[in-house]
Nanobody
Framework: VDLAESGGGQVQPGGSLRLSCVTS????????MDWVRQVPGKGLEWVAR????????YYADSVAGRFTISRDDAKNTLYLQMNSLKVEDTAMYYC????????????????RGQGTQVTVSS
């Protein structure tokens, strides 16, 4: 099993990034998928969820209206489109598989990636 995030980088406030998470070794379509983020010294923050089969999506209040989670099960890939980025969006972003009610640790997920760093600064 592998989940490989990419697309992070440094961007100015107001800018956009699109994160990708390419998966292998499990049937992506059957899993709820989350994006979560973490800042060193702070707890895990849940960002967005897309249900299995891609019908329903959910967002943290802090990103609602700015971020969009999507999936392409045929390509085994999860996405996070991030627009109107703010300094407070700076974090390591992880994709994770499985349903976790209020995640506090990446280890609660069935599978998780290694993360991609997003830095928003001027």
């Amino acid at each position: 099993v592998d989940l490989a995030e990419s697309g992070g980088g440094q961007v100015q406030p107001g800018g956009s990034l699109r994160l990708s998470c390419v998966t292998s070794g499990f049937k992506l379509s059957t899993y709820d998928m989350d994006w979560v983020r973490q800042v060193p010294g702070k707890g895990l923050e849940w960002v967005a969820r897309i249900k299995s089969w891609g019908v329903h999506t959910y967002y943290a209040d802090s990103v609602a209206g700015r971020f969009t989670i999507s999936r392409d099960d045929a390509k085994n890939t999860l996405y996070l489109q991030m627009n109107s980025l703010k300094v407070e969006d700076t974090a390591m972003y992880y994709c994770a598989a499985g349903f976790v009610q209020r995640p506090k640790s990446l280890s609660e997920y069935t599978y998780r990636g290694q993360g991609t760093q997003v830095t928003v600064s001027s």
